[in-house]
């Protein structure tokens, strides 16, 4: 056995470790008794746990209903319209468009669509209404004339609905939602002609709460009014519509739900969740998994309290995942803006895949990562003689390429006191080509670093690369250092040494500087050993920053100024000049630190 050190013996003696008896969590203090923890399911041979999402569900988006129903500011006619058209363009082909029994605003609406021609022929409008048979008249009112559309009827079955809200008993409300699907079909068959294909789906609302033999029951019950068969499917939708159970309860409901129901092969089972719990997206996706053949929802979330299911969100989950969603995503920015504009209503910076930070890594570690993570991803792509667009993902930091949803890497890193020097590499090599040395990258970034600790806050890409230029690349608007080339040089060889003529403005006055070595750039450290500069270059590097007969090459040398170690960088569609205005670079570096 080794023999221990004496600081792992100290460490190992100390008399209080941090353990889990150490760290204790006092009580809150928050009436937590007040509530009830929400019942399991028995469903001992549960399939869904193993099961993957291969294929996307069927989409409902409830934006221009549920989404409008929640906003502070609800939609004018043209906000809906622009809204619709958008859901269209993305793909959805059953969108839900309004209350027409709720007024006028949404009556006209949904008449608007069809009136217009604006519905496509393979899109399902659906339209939502209580178990009243006033309401059901106005609403299969609303759809006269339209190719493809579903009445959609919900009534409350839970035991706190059936208690406090309705005062009602189980029989009374299965009696409402029976009646209510019967005066559906008849009013259906009376005002819809036969240029109307038209569908029917049901919601137990409050199902999350309602037992599950009673949810059963109360739709077997609108099953045999309806008589779903071959090619007469019905939409029976289960809806978390408070979200309070963990999803993997919501999962063995709708697996439980999945496995009772007759029929279930003309059944379409939709869920609909809510956000309250903040595990909508997760209620989804295992719903999915446990048999669900439709998800219902709303682009980022829109609706009451926390909010309606994300289909952005579960969208792109697919996506990640190898699976084609069936919804275009491909431009994610504008999808966004529209549905801000739509909504009044912005979308959070770190919302999953669309907001304005989530491609952003600040942290130098991640930076780092991100950066190698880009360049293993092209060479790896060469290697296997396919474009990068095209080759198998896996960049660290990185879910999917930002580019497969329209961002550019711009945004990709982002640079404040956090950042490190893969990061600001990043953005020198993405935005200008220059692939800086390792130990080139560390001096910048401390550069950067000191900037960021002066004055606070993000340095942009704009802000990197004036940094860059006004320390290392002098330009016409900001000459600087003591040494200038005028790009006029001659090469040539005597006694196997290379002599160097250059001219240049040392000090304010024109001068040649010449000197010999076995390189040009051995030859120029002794053309500058001769206005005094003592200089060693330690390292050098260069690369094509572009191809073609005006290509431009980017050099960078490190040097021993003196007592000094510092970088140069040069830029010149000549190699050889490349090289000597990095060496000018060092060298006027050091004597700004002087």
């Avoid at 003696?13 to 760290?23: K, L």
């Avoid at 009827?153 to 009646?179: C, G, H, M, Q, W």
């Amino acid at each position: 056995m080794t023999e221990q050190s004496s600081v792992a013996r100290a460490f190992i003696d100390r008399p209080t470790p941090i353990t889990a008896a150490t760290v204790q969590q006092k009580p809150s203090g928050m009436p937590f008794q007040r509530y009830v923890p929400f019942g399991t399911i028995d469903l001992p041979d549960r399939t869904w746990p193993s099961k993957v999402i291969t294929r996307a569900p069927r989409w409902l988006s409830t934006d221009l209903r549920d989404g409008n129903q929640a906003l502070i500011d609800p939609m004018s006619p043209a906000r809906k319209r622009k809204m619709f058209d958008l859901l269209v363009k993305m793909g959805y082909k059953e969108i839900e468009v309004g209350f027409p029994s709720s007024g006028a605003t949404d009556f006209n609406f949904v008449r608007s669509l069809i009136d217009e021609g604006a519905i496509p022929e393979d899109v399902t409008i659906s339209v939502l209404t209580q178990a009243r048979e006033d309401l059901i008249e106005r609403t299969v009112e609303s759809l006269k004339g339209a190719p493809r559309a579903t009445v959609h009827l919900y009534n409350a079955t839970s035991p706190l609905f059936r208690r406090v809200v309705f005062k009602a008993s189980k029989d009374e409300i299965k009696a409402i939602a029976v009646d209510g699907t019967r005066l559906v079909m008849e009013y259906a068959e009376k005002i819809l002609g036969d240029e109307t294909v038209f569908g029917y789906e049901y919601s137990p609302e409050i199902f999350i709460d309602t037992e599950l033999d009673y949810a059963l029951e109360v739709c077997e019950a609108v099953m045999d009014v309806w008589q779903p068969g071959e090619g007469r499917e019905i939409i029976l939708n289960l809806p978390t519509t408070v979200e309070r159970s963990t999803p993997n309860v919501y999962a063995d409901k709708i697996e439980w739900m999945s496995l009772n129901l007759s029929r279930r092969e003309f059944v379409c089972l939709s869920t609909h969740p809510h956000n309250d719990r903040g595990t909508g997206v997760a209620s989804a996706e295992l719903a999915v998994m446990a048999g669900a053949d439709r998800v219902e929802g709303c682009l980022f979330g829109q609706g009451e309290r926390t909010g309606n299911l994300d289909l952005v969100n579960v969208g792109m989950n697919l996506f990640s995942q190898g699976v084609d969603p069936m919804i275009d995503f491909s431009d994610i920015d504008e999808i966004r803006r529209t549905a801000e504009y739509c909504n009044q209503m912005p979308v959070a910076e770190r919302h999953p895949y669309a907001g304005d930070l989530v491609f952003t890594s600040f942290s130098g570690s991640h930076q780092d990562a991100i950066k190698k993570g880009f360049d293993a991803l092209e060479a790896d792509a060469a290697a296997a003689g396919v474009p990068v667009s095209e080759h198998t993902w896996g960049v660290p930091y990185l879910p999917i390429d930002p580019k497969d949803v329209g961002r550019s890497y711009e945004a990709v890193i982002r640079v404040n006191s956090q950042s490190g020097k893969g990061g600001i590499a990043y953005v020198l090599k993405n935005d200008h080509k220059l692939d800086l040395p390792r130990r080139m990258q560390i001096e910048f970034s401390r550069i950067i670093q000191a900037k960021t600790d002066a004055e606070g806050g993000e340095v942009t890409p704009a802000d990197i690369w004036a940094v860059f230029q006004d320390e290392y690349l002098p330009t016409p608007a900001n000459p600087w250092g003591r040494i200038s080339l005028s790009g006029s040089r001659s090469l040539t060889t005597e006694d196997g040494r290379d002599v160097l003529s250059t001219e240049a403005v040392v000090d304010g006055a024109p001068v040649v500087l010449t000197g010999t070595g076995n390189g040009p750039v051995s030859a120029f450290v002794n053309a500058l050993a001769s206005i005094g500069v003592d200089v060693r270059v330690l390292d050098y590097a260069e690369h094509a920053l572009s191809e073609g007969g005006d290509a431009q090459a980017a050099a960078y040398v490190e040097c021993a100024v003196g007592d000094k170690v510092l970088w140069g960088v040069g830029v010149d569609g000549n190699t050889v000049l490349a090289s000597l205005k990095a060496l000018v670079s060092a060298v006027n570096r050091a004597a700004q630190r002087d």
